[in-house]
């Protein structure tokens, strides 16, 4: 007996997507700066990216839904999110709305906090035997 498996895009080349979340902003007290002091002079620790951010995915037929889990204090960026797939045809990457926010660095945003499900429409896929 074969089984015929439609895998979906070489796991959405994850590692790109990790590079985009490293422009993720964190927002903890203790990275602010007091007034006369070093920007840095404060010791903070942050999360890995794997530990801040969380990602899980799953697949319905023709739907991929990417979620990922945001730590307390860290936020992700609506306008980081890009997909590259591999071996398959995506459609647009669907994004819930952000909440907004003024960035000293890109000016007004929409970002994620929590969580935020993405959906991705696979137009096609090759299908692999086991």
């Given at each position: 007996m074969q089984v015929v498996v439609r895998p979906i895009i070489t796991?959405?080349?994850?590692w790109g997507i990790w590079v985009q979340l490293a422009a993720a902003q964190v927002s903890t007290p203790e990275?602010?700066?007091?007034?006369g002091q070093e920007p840095f002079a404060q010791e903070s620790?942050?999360?890995?990216?794997e530990q801040a951010?969380?990602?899980?995915?799953?697949?319905?037929?023709?739907?991929l839904t990417l979620t990922f889990d945001i730590a307390d204090g860290y936020y992700l960026y609506k306008k980081q999110f890009e997909v590259a797939a591999r071996q398959a045809v995506t459609g647009t990457l669907q994004l819930p709305d952000g909440e907004p926010k003024e960035d000293e660095f890109f000016g007004l945003a929409e970002v994620y906090y929590d969580s935020v499900s993405l959906t991705l429409?696979?137009?096609t896929a090759p299908r692999m035997r086991l």
């Open positions: 796991v959405l080349m994850l990275f602010n700066n007091d007034f620790e942050f999360l890995p990216v951010f969380v990602f899980d995915y799953q697949q319905h037929g023709d739907t429409p696979v137009e």
